[in-house]
């Protein structure tokens, strides 16, 4: 019972009322317990100082995340194409890494130039991430690559026609907005690749630059003495010396003016240009890696390069940017690797080689690496070999890919016979008849908008053929003379990249001046 001198003892005090009026006997129950608690106070004391860090941390961290959330920019997600290729079966993922020469938004400071020059895809690659986690592969398409822009999504809600050997730079500049068109440089990536791009990030000047000031400067190998005119060859005299031959580090400004190197160096190309970015990645991931690929270390590397960068709607948060930077984190630099699409000249720009650069389309969807290994990361699963051949209906299903056949050549019965094969490979053949010209030495495959990964397929059933983009939205078979002495059944599809491919990669890890420019004087 509570008494009225109880009552005007606040109860914060009560108990301690009661115990100077009535102290515990020594050895007792009480005694005993408020001994145990002066013994744990110094223990208690370092918990609970330790917890408040670990309090004052989290809230730390999630002020930084807060932050980084207010400067990532997001492109419109509504432009990307409405006839995207499917997952497939590879678990690996695919991101497009595009470097703008954007002007705007003070990129002019560093680049030179107008500041209202929206700009172009300076460097684009390609980085596939294969589904084991363990191997990555970034392939470079060069910024004067003729391919076929598709329909890409204007300002005003309207979409663009499909353009033909069109530069695969100028993609970006489509609708001439401010930050320039990523979701049309992914559209055309995809109907080029026939592979899905699961994320898209472009990069300025100004991320780039501040990236490499944050990392403490990359280290390049430089192959000759460089003056501002090889930067700048308009400039009426050599200049200055900008770089000295011979390995140094670079960061901020001197780390832009290497990467957009082109002149006075190799036969001064865009192909040598790319020789010398690859190197400039695999010497930044080394750096990274050495630092350690941890939350900590990422947070202020995060920090810079949200600060200039446009990423897809699927990477908008800053836990998203940093959960896929981890999943990075196991991928050792000797089997990263940076290769070009297969290419040659066409006059002044570039055309894509073929069947070269289906086979490395094919071999990243199969998540074979460049000697055929499979790093798809199934177990139980025993790796092919380069030369395995699984059997034609367990490696090639036309299911859903209706086909028109053509007899390109005047021997007869060719058209019935692959489409005979086209049928008993599940493909809808939706016709037959002869080709306008009768003088095909090969098979061409001719495909519409958006039917890249489709008419691979079909391609797979037609050895030695090639895939002709001619818009629209069928897939011909136009067969050639060489079918009627090789036939028209395939092999499975190739397991391994082409060697054209193979001998010229760099592994991230790979001697710093090697490899450094394309041409005479490289």
């Known amino acids: 019972m509570t008494t009225t001198s109880d ?37 208690r004391t370092v918990m609970l100082v330790a917890l408040a860090v670990a309090v004052l941390g989290t809230a730390g961290l999630g002020r930084v995340y807060l932050k980084l959330n207010g400067t990532i920019d997001t492109f419109d997600g509504d432009g990307l194409s409405r006839n995207r290729p499917g997952t497939g079966s590879s678990k690996g993922k695919n991101i497009l890494v595009i470097g703008s020469d954007a002007r705007t938004d003070g990129n002019d400071a560093l680049g030179g130039g107008s500041k209202n020059d929206i700009g172009r895809s300076d460097t684009a690659f390609l980085l596939h991430v294969y589904a084991d986690h363990k191997h990555a592969i970034a392939v470079s398409i060069p910024r004067d690559t003729l391919v076929t822009i598709p329909p890409c999504k204007l300002p005003d809600g309207s979409w663009t026609e499909p353009r033909t050997n069109t530069a695969f730079n100028s993609a970006f500049s489509v609708g001439q907005t401010e930050k320039g068109n990523p979701a049309c440089t992914q559209n055309t990536v995809e109907a080029l690749t026939g592979l899905r791009v699961d994320h898209t990030i472009v990069v ?31 400039r009426p005299t050599k200049g200055r010396l900008i770089f000295k031959k011979g390995e140094q580090a670079v960061s901020g400004q001197k780390a832009l003016d290497y990467v957009r190197i082109r002149h006075g160096i190799g036969d001064g190309s865009d192909i040598g240009r790319i020789k010398r970015q690859q190197a400039f990645v695999s010497s930044l991931l080394k750096k990274i890696k050495s630092d350690g690929l941890t939350p900590t270390k990422l947070l202020p590397l995060a920090t810079a390069a949200t600060e200039s960068m446009t990423v897809d709607p699927g990477l908008g948060t800053a836990n998203k940017l940093i959960s896929f930077a981890m999943s990075l984190k196991d991928i050792d630099l000797h089997n990263t690797k940076f290769v070009t699409v297969p290419w040659r000249y066409e006059g002044s720009r570039i055309a894509i080689v073929e069947p070269d650069a289906s086979d490395l389309w094919a ?160």
């Open 204 to 234: 300025d000047f100004k991320g780039f630059a501040e990236l490499t000031d944050v990392v403490g400067g990359v280290e390049v190998c430089v192959p000759q003495d460089i003056h501002q005119g090889d930067l700048n060859p308009n």
């Open 363 to 522: 071999s990243l969807k199969a998540d074979r690496t460049l000697d055929g290994k499979d790093a798809s990361g199934r177990k139980g699963t025993p790796a092919a070999s380069a030369s395995a051949s699984p059997s034609p209906g367990e490696s090639i299903s036309g299911d859903g890919i209706d086909v028109t056949v053509y007899n390109g050549t005047t021997i007869s019965g060719l058209a019935s016979k692959a489409a005979a094969t086209l049928t008993d490979h599940g493909f809808t053949v939706t016709g037959t008849a002869n080709a306008r010209s009768r003088q095909h030495p090969t098979t061409v495959i001719q495909y519409g908008t958006g039917l890249r990964s489709q008419a691979a397929t079909v391609a797979r059933l037609f050895p030695g053929s090639e895939l002709e983009a001619i818009g629209g939205s069928r897939i011909n078979v136009v067969v050639g003379a060489a079918s009627a002495t090789t036939g028209s059944s395939a092999s499975a599809a190739p397991t391994a990249a082409p060697g054209s491919v193979a001998d010229d990669a760099r592994s991230a890890d790979d001697d710093l001046c090697s490899n450094l420019s394309y041409g005479s004087g490289g």
């Open 7 to 43: 009552r005007a003892i606040p109860s914060r005090h009560r108990h301690r009322h009661r115990h100077r009026a009535e102290p515990p006997r020594r050895g007792g129950t009480r005694g005993r317990r408020a001994a145990q608690r002066r013994k744990r106070s110094p223990l």
